[in-house]
């Protein structure tokens, strides 16, 4: 049963990806002189992106405070832990035009980069010497009201419990008054653990935004990403709970 979903849900999700770089691109094409931070193309990559998580109907989807997205300024920057590969797909169900920080060697794959640098997401040099480095790419979107999502634990959890936050993402928010927008998945580590591409048929999927943080009102760094830590931290062991219960 596992193998034979699995087999479903990847089959579709592919060809959902390849009508998605087509139309993408198209929309690239009649829009780039005008549309400086490629919204309207990813726009087309998140509608696509999202179809993952719709393609079985015995996966539950539980939308929760989405209504705290509309909190703060519209370019913010929005940060999740990190369970599975369907994380992202579950993220591009919300109602925002994120952009995506990721590693720059996956702008070099081919079609699945170029697709990345059609839709405007943002490349991250992993070796840089220092955080604020790192992320500088992301201050100008920000800024002009483009909201970036990262994830600060860095990789995917492999025991589907919340790892420490890499500082990066609060430097950023630090030395540019940024607001954080927390927003925790779970469920998703159940559905598609790490190194493996089966998937479970049946489960709950959640995807809950906390309340916005101001980088102000904190005196440095480490107080910033403790607060963040911990509030999501605390958000993940609720939202644990109810799956059990449900």
Same mark, same amino acid.
């Given at each position: 049963?596992?193998?034979?979903?699995?087999?479903?849900?990847?089959?579709?999700?592919?060809?959902?990806?390849?009508?998605?770089?087509?139309?993408?691109? @198209?929309?690239?094409? =009649?829009?780039?002189?005008? $549309? +400086?931070?490629?919204?309207?193309?990813?726009?087309?990559? !998140?509608?696509?992106?999202?179809?993952?998580?719709?393609?079985?109907? !015995?996966?539950?989807?539980?939308?929760?405070?989405? $209504?705290?997205?509309?909190? /703060?300024?519209?370019?913010?920057?929005?940060?999740?832990?990190?369970?599975?590969?369907?994380? !992202?797909?579950?993220?591009?169900?919300?109602?925002?035009?994120?952009?995506? @920080?990721?590693? +720059?060697?996956?702008?070099?794959?081919?079609?699945? /980069?170029?697709?990345?640098?059609?839709?405007?997401? *943002?490349? =991250?040099? %992993?070796?840089?010497?220092?955080?604020?480095?790192?992320?500088?790419?992301?201050?100008?979107?920000? +800024?002009?009201?483009?909201?970036?999502?990262?994830?600060?634990?860095?990789? %995917?959890? %492999?025991? /589907?419990?919340?790892?420490?936050?890499?500082? /990066?993402?609060?430097?950023?928010?630090?030395?540019? $008054?940024?607001?954080?927008?927390?927003?925790?998945?779970?469920?998703?580590?159940?559905?598609?653990?790490?190194?493996?591409?089966?998937?479970?048929?049946?489960?709950? #999927?959640? *995807?809950?935004? #906390?309340?916005?943080?101001?980088?102000? $009102?904190?005196?440095?760094?480490?107080?910033?990403?403790?607060?963040?830590?911990?509030?999501?931290?605390?958000?993940?062991? %609720?939202?644990?709970?109810?799956?059990?219960?449900?």
């Amino acid at each position: 049963m596992k193998i034979l979903v699995s087999i479903y849900i990847w089959f579709f999700y592919g060809l959902s990806f390849a009508f998605s770089i087509i139309f993408a691109f @198209l929309v690239f094409l =009649v829009t780039f002189p005008f $549309d +400086k931070h490629r919204k309207a193309p990813n726009a087309v990559m !998140m509608t696509f992106g999202q179809s993952m998580v719709w393609l079985n109907p !015995m996966w539950k989807i539980h939308h929760i405070n989405l $209504d705290k997205l509309k909190k /703060g300024p519209k370019g913010k920057l929005y940060v999740s832990n990190h369970q599975s590969f369907i994380d !992202m797909p579950l993220l591009a169900t919300m109602p925002v035009n994120l952009k995506w @920080l990721s590693k +720059k060697e996956l702008f070099k794959i081919p079609v699945a /980069g170029w697709l990345m640098k059609i839709c405007g997401h *943002i490349s =991250v040099d %992993r070796q840089s010497k220092t955080a604020y480095k790192a992320l500088e790419n992301i201050v100008e979107p920000i +800024k002009s009201g483009v909201s970036v999502m990262i994830f600060p634990e860095g990789t %995917r959890s %492999r025991i /589907g419990k919340m790892k420490p936050f890499k500082k /990066g993402a609060f430097y950023a928010a630090k030395d540019n $008054d940024f607001v954080i927008q927390p927003v925790l998945v779970e469920g998703a580590y159940k559905l598609l653990p790490p190194d493996t591409w089966i998937m479970n048929p049946k489960g709950n #999927l959640y *995807i809950s935004a #906390l309340d916005p943080v101001d980088s102000k $009102d904190f005196d440095s760094v480490e107080s910033l990403l403790e607060h963040v830590h911990k509030i999501m931290l605390e958000e993940s062991l %609720r939202l644990q709970a109810l799956d059990i219960q449900s």
